[in-house]
């Protein structure tokens, strides 16, 4: 069995993820199809984890990217979570996780329609919903989610969250048929109404970014590939690394690498995988540091996160999994920052 070493792996991580010395990208889409996709729960860590993997760039080269040139698209994705890539990666992600996780939010908002007074028929309630604010939201180009709520007053009726709970919540069912439509790949993210760190974004139509809408890709197909592309990026690792990075089920995750036949490496005594023809040894990166954002994409681009951050996995991410602004030295985290 072929053996990848701990030095080994932080080289291929400094090399990949664009943080080592003559690696940096010459654009942001190069940075997010380096990482498949650039968490983007913290709008602020797209532009601060971009620019880190950048030998020149700028709030507004990321901007223009995301916005004007369209060559950058938020979309939600992966663990429900919203990430920002390329349209040639988003249609992998659409179709290899997207579905799924806009199928699952379907069968919870009908939970909370069946609650409401909508009529007999949820399902079909809803369906006309979602295509009235899609017809609203093309006629305004782009909006936000009262905006769109003042053009059909179905998108303001009220829903209860967690009823019976001490922490029981109502909302106006408008922003969940937006979250809806997000996860089925019709809309997308636009430009917020602040500046770069706000988190209010406007909606658009997702044919504003792609006209013709995201290459369409067989689920399984673009499953193989999406995980090709991560393993690319961040391997070798153990399978319930790309599990708990894709969100998808360990059946799942298992039929997946079925299909693709990674080698099995060996990790230090710990039996991993890598891509077949990706085995040749890197060069070290040679010293570098790097201050990257909360929520970016490199140290939460694994499950197991022994080998580049030890035991000190409290002092960096918190109970829910999320990690906060990281200092790193030749591919270790070795501290935070703020």
């Not at 030998?55 to 938020?74: C, F, I, K, N």
């Not at 992998?92 to 909508?118: F, P, T």
């Not at 994409?297 to 035991?311: A, C, K, N, V």
């Amino acid at each position: 069995m072929h053996r990848i070493t701990v030095p080994e792996r932080r080289s291929r991580l400094g090399r990949r993820h664009r943080l080592a010395p003559g690696s940096a990208a010459g654009s942001p889409s190069e940075v997010a199809e380096s990482l498949v996709a650039v968490h983007s729960t913290d709008p602020s860590s797209v532009y601060l984890g971009i620019l880190s993997r950048m030998a020149d760039g700028s709030l507004s080269a990321v901007e223009r990217a995301l916005y004007e040139d369209r060559t950058l698209v938020r979309l939600l994705g992966m663990r429900r979570t919203v990430f920002v890539t390329t349209l040639e990666i988003a249609a992998l992600i659409q179709a290899g996780c997207g579905h799924a996780v806009a199928a699952r939010e379907r069968r919870k908002v009908l939970g909370y329609l069946s609650d409401s007074d909508v009529g007999p028929d949820p399902d079909a309630w809803l369906a006309e919903v979602e295509e009235a604010a899609l017809a609203a939201l093309a006629a305004r180009g782009e909006a936000t989610a009262a905006e769109l709520s003042a053009d059909d007053p179905r998108l303001k009726t009220e829903i209860v969250l967690s009823r019976g709970k001490s922490y029981e919540g109502r909302q106006n069912i408008g922003s969940r048929v937006l979250f809806l439509l997000a996860a089925q790949g019709r809309v997308v993210r636009g430009r917020p109404r602040g500046s770069w760190t706000s988190q209010q974004y406007r909606w658009a139509p997702l044919t504003q970014w792609c006209p013709n809408g995201l290459d369409e890709w067989a689920t399984e197909a673009a499953e193989v590939e999406l995980a090709r592309r991560w393993l690319h990026g961040y391997g070798p690792a153990i399978p319930e690394d790309l599990q708990w990075w894709t969100g998808w089920t360990r059946t799942q995750t298992r039929r997946v690498l079925t299909a693709l036949e990674p080698a099995e490496v060996d990790l230090d005594g710990e039996p991993g995988i890598a891509l077949a023809d990706d085995l040749a040894p890197v060069p070290p990166a040679g010293p570098w540091v790097a201050l990257l954002p909360g929520l970016d994409s490199t140290p939460m681009g694994w499950q197991r996160r022994d080998w580049f951050l030890g035991e000190h996995s409290s002092r960096v991410f918190d109970r829910t999994g999320n990690v906060g602004p990281t200092v790193w030295w030749d591919g270790r985290i070795v501290g935070g920052w703020a």
